[in-house]
């Protein structure tokens, strides 16, 4: 097997001491120019790649940042992943990106990985509802920031999105356009965003003086476009079929879209749809889909910034001073063709 390039190989190949190859790495202007080169050629020529590990160790501070999302499958976490990243990488800092797949398991499991590498902190979405994981990985003394979601109960910072508002949204726009049963794709229910966007749902009904039974739940295991088809099929089964529907999400609401059409179901004619988060395949859908939208990039910055913000160093070392704060965006419906039946 092949030896890693250590910095002492660089020293001897390059006829210096190894304190001046570290100089070079580290404070290149401390060293004379033409020792300087020396070292250099001798590093390319060796292909030495600095210890992170070791710089940590002795810096005692790391420059990675833990992203732990539901599903990076899902277009809105990759928007948050690339906002997040785009902060980090202006503070001089890599983000280490992981994907709990809503599971509470998995999402341990990461949760304990950052922790063995000592990251700088985390940001999170978390996928276990009981708030156990959590209070596990706070025991580390590791920082971390709640993404698209309400530190209810908690110290920490959050960067959300109105979801109750969102969901009322969706649901004033079909009851404006003329619908009085709606039908909700839901997602899991042990997410509070899931719950949240309900809540709005049935305030929107509450408004327009229609009761609760007037919104026909179907729940899903899964926020995906094939948990979308299996209950577009299930709403295709309904004897009493809503005319509208408001998915959790615009995968969900893309699979129904899909089953409507394998149905002969016309969108929006005879059935008007609306998602949620509007990721770039909701425009490019073949019937042009009526989303709320998230401003995703901004989330995922706000909360790399405010995660920073925490980790700086102060003056004479240690962090600074820090308030914990939790910031609420407002969520903008987009309207296109799904939802704009002649009704």
């Given at each position: 097997m092949a030896q890693s390039v250590g910095i002492k190989d660089v020293a001897r190949v390059a006829g210096v001491s190894v304190g001046t190859v570290s100089n070079v790495i580290n404070r290149p202007d401390s060293v004379a120019t033409e020792t300087r080169a020396r070292v250099l050629s001798?590093?390319?020529?060796?292909?030495?790649?600095?210890?992170?590990?070791?710089?940590?160790?002795?810096?005692?501070?790391?420059?990675?940042?833990?992203?732990?999302?539901?599903?990076?499958?899902?277009?809105?976490?990759?928007?948050?992943?690339?906002g997040a990243e785009r902060?980090?990488?202006?503070?001089?800092?890599?983000?280490?990106?992981?994907?709990?797949?809503?599971?509470?398991?998995?999402?341990?499991?990461?949760?304990?990985?950052?922790?063995?590498?000592?990251?700088?902190?985390?940001?999170?979405?978390?996928?276990?509802?009981t708030g156990r994981n959590i209070a596990a990985f706070r025991r580390h003394g590791i920082p971390f920031v709640l993404v698209d979601r309400v530190s209810e109960g908690t110290?920490?910072?959050?960067?959300?999105?109105?979801?109750?508002?969102?969901?009322?949204?969706?649901?004033?726009?079909?009851?404006?356009?003329?619908?009085?049963?709606?039908?909700?794709?839901?997602?899991?229910?042990?997410?509070?965003?899931i719950r949240d966007r309900r809540t709005g749902a049935l305030s929107a009904l509450a408004e327009a003086g229609l009761g609760p039974d007037r919104l026909r739940e179907l729940p899903t295991e899964r926020l995906d476009v094939a948990a979308g088809r299996d209950a577009g099929a299930r709403l295709l089964g309904l004897a009493d079929r809503p005319t509208a529907v408001f998915c959790a999400n615009d995968l969900l609401a893309l699979g129904v879209l899909q089953a409507?059409?394998?149905?002969?179901?016309?969108?929006?004619?005879?059935?008007?749809?609306?998602?949620?988060?509007?990721?770039?395949?909701?425009?490019?859908?073949?019937?042009?889909?009526?989303?709320?939208?998230?401003?995703?990039?901004?989330?995922?910055?706000?909360?790399?910034?405010m995660l920073l913000e925490e980790t700086?160093?102060?003056?004479?070392?240690?962090?600074?001073?820090?308030?914990?704060?939790?910031?609420?965006?407002?969520?903008?419906?987009?309207?296109?063709?799904?939802?704009?039946?002649?009704?």
């Open positions: 001798a590093i390319d020529r060796l292909g030495y790649v600095r210890s992170e590990s070791a710089r940590q160790l002795r810096a005692g501070r790391s420059r990675i940042m833990g992203l732990l999302v539901l599903d990076m499958g899902n277009p809105f976490f990759v928007d948050v992943a690339r902060a980090a990488r202006q503070a001089g800092l890599g983000v280490m990106v992981c994907n709990s797949a809503e599971s509470a398991g998995e999402e341990a499991e990461y949760l304990s990985l950052f922790a063995e590498q000592r990251v700088r902190g985390v940001l999170l979405t978390p996928a276990d509802a110290t920490e910072c959050s960067v959300s999105v109105d979801d109750v508002a969102g969901g009322a949204l969706a649901v004033r726009h079909l009851l404006d356009a003329g619908h009085r049963s709606v039908a909700y794709v839901s997602g899991p229910s042990g997410l509070t965003q409507m059409y394998a149905a002969g179901v016309t969108v929006p004619d005879d059935l008007a749809i609306v998602g949620y988060d509007d990721i770039e395949f909701a425009a490019a859908a073949a019937v042009p889909l009526t989303s709320v939208r998230q401003p995703a990039v901004t989330m995922g910055a706000l909360a790399a910034d700086e160093e102060g003056p004479g070392g240690g962090t600074r001073a820090h308030e914990h704060r939790r910031v609420v965006l407002q969520p903008e419906l987009v309207v296109r063709r799904s939802s704009l039946s002649s009704r």
